[in-house]
């Protein structure tokens, strides 16, 4: 029982921290299960660290969320901008190309390309908002760009941040863009897993708490200290840590 909460508790911290930052949560999640064989590891559990991610998510914005009268048009671009990647994930499912892409070489290699590719989008200074510059043709290309995290090492958060940075939206207004597209992205996850299990007996256990409890609360301290952190400093300490994590692949695969 001990032993089943402490991995519960490990896979809560790769997913509620991981999920928000630009280091890739799948990336983590595959890696780490690599090295441990994690007895309490399921598709039931995945979903549940997903949904407390998703609860965290929404908690945090629920004032923009429920604010619908005056946040209709912002609702409504996030929707736009979570299409492609929710028609193209589904594709990817549903063929099951998307575990082909579940290997420690293209894991290294995206960590690697696209850790230089935040550093250069986030190089320069820019101060463009969502309330003024978030329109459809930003949040479609933002959106496009966040089809590549459907390869693990690319990082939704990363590429989305990425994105909205290149399109020169400030540090802190390109991470609650990149927040806000999370929800669409973790409920269409979500979605999948429940999809795979619905024709499977369920047994809702103390663990499956767990790990929405624990994933929810990781899930809403990695955010509020992100955007304060990032509202200071640049995106470097992650573009490193990025890179760390690729030459150490490396050494191993090469």
């Known amino acids: 029982m001990f032993q089943n909460i402490i991995e519960v508790l490990i896979l809560s911290v790769i997913q509620g921290v991981s999920e928000f930052l630009p280091v890739s949560s799948s990336a983590h999640l595959i890696l780490v ?8 590891n399921s598709l039931l559990i995945d979903i549940s660290l997903h949904l407390g991610s998703l609860l965290a998510i929404i908690y945090f914005f ?12 912002l609702l409504s671009l996030i929707v736009l901008g979570s299409i492609p990647l929710i028609v193209v994930g589904y594709i990817l499912y549903s063929t099951n190309f998307i575990y082909a892409l579940r290997d420690i070489k293209v894991i290294a290699w995206t ?23 978030l329109n459809i043709q930003t949040i479609f290309f933002i959106g496009l760009f966040q089809v590549l995290s459907l390869v693990p090492g690319v990082s939704r958060a990363g590429i989305t941040i990425t994105a909205a940075r290149i399109l020169k939206f400030n540090r802190v207004d390109s991470s609650k863009i990149s927040f806000l597209l999370s929800i669409p992205a973790l409920g269409g996850a979500s979605f999948l897993g429940l999809k795979d299990i619905v024709n499977q007996p369920i047994e809702l256990n103390y663990l499956v708490f767990v790990a929405i409890i624990s994933s929810f609360i990781l899930s809403f301290l990695t955010v509020k200290f992100f955007l304060i952190y990032i509202n200071k ?6 573009v490193i840590y990025r890179i760390i994590i690729a030459l150490i692949l490396f050494s191993l695969i090469y």
């Open 33 to 40: 299960s690599s090295l441990y064989e994690f007895k309490s």
């Open 111 to 133: 960590t690697l390309v696209f850790a230089i590719v935040l550093y250069i989008a986030d190089k320069n200074r820019f101060d463009k908002k969502i309330s003024t510059n």
């Open 233 to 238: 400093f640049s995106m470097n300490a992650f």
């Open 62 to 73: 629920r004032e923009e969320l429920l604010d619908i009268k005056n946040n209709k048009r």
